[in-house]
């Protein structure tokens, strides 16, 4: 295995896929001669050439409309979000076309196209370029929604949604481009879409965390394990379809629940899986499941406000104390 960043990881990915099948091709705002706003496409315009690598204008929902159309006569797009909330400007092509054609068509009209870049909480840019957009997409019929949160998830994940016949969402994070990891070299290394993965093995409490905050999560268990408590974290990593089986392995294994999400939330990720693990695991439960999320505000631009918007690992903390009632400990 070879060592690399998360941002080295989805270049790689991109790249193995592009050479394996000449469908594949990369469009959006800054991806060519720029190589990309997060380096993410950095090489790509010169080993595959413009036909293969579009540099778009600012225009979301024309270079989103264009990807759908080559979608469906057989090409395999990869659209880039320069950050995902200007996705909200593609939203009617997104919804209305890459989810929904399949069905509208009768199955005439597969869409394989990927769309993908950074979302979620990021280094001070402020509200408008913060948002957790996964809660825009994971409820459409039809779309698929991917979040890695490691360098090998990121080359695995991103070569199976290449791959799929349906539109996927693909919702990286800034905050971890740089973060290295073990990533196979092998060029047919994939991780299927629908399957989460437990990061840390524990008998105590479940907590389900993914992205930035499965990295909270991991800290606020080794600071929990000095107090004796044994958390076992679980990533989705695919948030449609979900993995509930692995998510309710756990908690009928730990008796207790604590669900962590950096968006806002009401009507969040961690509404959906709390409502899954109620549905599934009720009587397994030994206490009320705790969700720890973002505050219901927009994200400030100072730094420390940042911090105070976004789930810390001592509201982690703090939750799986309540959920183990070791308050005081």
Known sequence: ????????????????EMRRDPRVFVIGEEVGLYEGAYKVTQGLLKEFGPQRVVDTPIAESGFTGVGIGAAMVGLR????????????LALDQIVNSAAKMYYM?????????????????????????SQSMEVYFYHVPGL??????TPMDAKGLLKSAIRDDNPVIFIESETLYAVKGEVPDDPEFIIPLGQAVVRREGTDVTVIAYMGMMYRALEAAEELAKEGISVEIVDPRTLRPMDTETIIGSVRKTHRAVVVEAGAGFAGMGSEISASITECAFDDLDAPIERVTGENAPMPYARNLERAKTPSKEKIVDAVRRVCHAQGS
Request: proline share 8%; hydrophobic share 45%; aromatic share 6%.
């Open 1 to 16: 295995m070879a060592v690399m960043t998360y941002r080295e990881a989805l270049n790689v990915a991109l790249r193995e």
């Open 77 to 88: 797009p990869v659209v880039e979000m320069m950050t995902f909330n200007f996705a909200m």
């Open 105 to 129: 068509s009768g199955g005439q009209y597969n869409i394989p196209i990927v769309i993908r870049g950074p979302g979620g909480p990021a280094h001070q840019l402020a509200a408008q370029h």
């Open 144 to 149: 698929k929604v991917v979040r890695p949160s």
